[in-house]
């Protein structure tokens, strides 16, 4: 939660936002659920904030606002304070594992120091020594000694190994936590952050290279219209079919994401556009064959159609710059009809 929207739930001005998120919720005919609330509050009280900029942009467009949509908003923008909680409860543990081997280390320290003024006395006794006794009672004291060290080694031996497993742990979950927070909720691909962090690398990793990579784009084709025939349950049925059908498609090293509301994006490091298109027309076929059929009711929903567009990336090129060529590609899928591919080199050719 920013800092903005906090203080306003702190403060006189909380009951006015609360009535403002339900009253704008209510105008656009969104379901006063407890996310929906909590991503207008997000909105009222920093519109110029990431997710208030997202969800101008969205309800601007004037499509449904969707379960999906709402739990790709929340999987994108909300998680980072719970982020930040899961990195600080870890930090916690590890504090605590370090300051125990600290103490395990100065102990072990202490105990090597004394053993070495041990054998320094030891040493002066033994050259000072005459009788058998004397020496007796110095190789007991030794011993004594030695075993004291060796025990004081197995507690550290010990405590690293149980220190070193519990760092393995946390390393584990924090990774988990990451994951989590760079996936879409409800078609388990990669949300918009995992795009834009995805599609800066690999803007990075083909300078580096010199080789060049292919964006895709895809829309469902008429997405609002099928939403408001059948609802959003059923509107979120079929997000997840095309997801499915996507991310299938878009094995590693392709990167698969939703882009947004019914939009997905792949990106395709060092493929040709040709070999893309292919893969795109591929999609387009399985998902566009598929007759699907309401779940609760086993109404016969039709056929589902997606629209695509391409481009491969200049060199030096920016990954906005990219993703507004693909998008180009795409609007010129709709234009032509909607269930088709659109290679943006032809675009390009033809301009």
């Known amino acids: 939660m920013t800092t903005q929207v906090e203080a306003a739930l702190r403060g006189p001005e909380a009951f006015n936002l609360a009535r403002s998120a339900l009253a704008e919720m209510e105008s656009a005919g969104v379901w006063p659920t407890p996310l929906n609330f909590e991503l207008w509050i997000h909105y009222l009280g920093d519109p110029e904030g990431p997710l208030g900029r997202e969800m101008t942009r969205l309800l601007g467009a004037a499509d449904s606002f969707t379960e999906g949509t709402a739990e790709m908003l929340a999987a994108e923008y909300l998680p980072r304070g719970r982020l930040s909680e899961e990195i600080r409860d870890a930090g916690a543990v590890l504090n605590r594992e370090l300051s125990s081997v600290s103490a395990a280390l100065a102990k072990a320290r202490q105990s090597q120091a004394d053993y070495g003024e041990t054998l320094t006395e030891a040493s002066a006794s033994i050259e000072a020594a005459g009788d058998p006794a004397d020496l007796k009672r110095l190789v007991t004291g030794l011993t004594d000694a030695t075993t004291r060290v060796q025990r004081e080694n197995r507690t550290l031996e010990t405590r690293l190994e149980t220190s070193t497993k519990e760092v393995a742990r946390l390393r584990e979950h924090l990774e988990q936590v990451r994951r989590d927070a760079m ?42 219209r099928f939403n408001d025939t059948w609802g959003h349950q059923t509107g979120d049925q079929v997000l997840r079919y095309v997801a499915s059908v996507i991310g299938r498609v878009s094995k590693a090293p392709r990167i698969a994401a939703r882009y947004g509301g019914e939009e997905f994006a792949v990106i395709c490091p060092g493929e040709s556009s ?17 007759a699907l059929r309401r779940r609760s009711t086993n109404d016969e929903l039709g056929a589902v159609t997606i629209s695509a567009g391409l481009a491969t990336r200049h060199p030096g090129e920016s990954g906005s710059s990219l993703l507004d060529r693909a998008d180009e590609a795409l609007y010129a899928s709709k234009r032509s009809g909607r269930n088709m591919v659109t290679n943006g080199e032809h675009l390009e050719k033809a301009a």
Request: hydrophobic share 40%.
């Open 183 to 224: 996936t879409d909720a409800l078609t388990n691909l990669g949300n918009r952050k995992s795009f834009d962090e995805a599609l800066l690398a690999a803007c990075v990793e083909s300078d580096k290279t010199k080789k060049p990579f292919t964006l895709a784009v895809l829309d469902i084709d008429h997405f609002k």
């Open 274 to 290: 040709a070999t893309v298109e292919t893969a795109l027309n591929a999609i387009r076929e399985e998902i566009g064959s598929r």
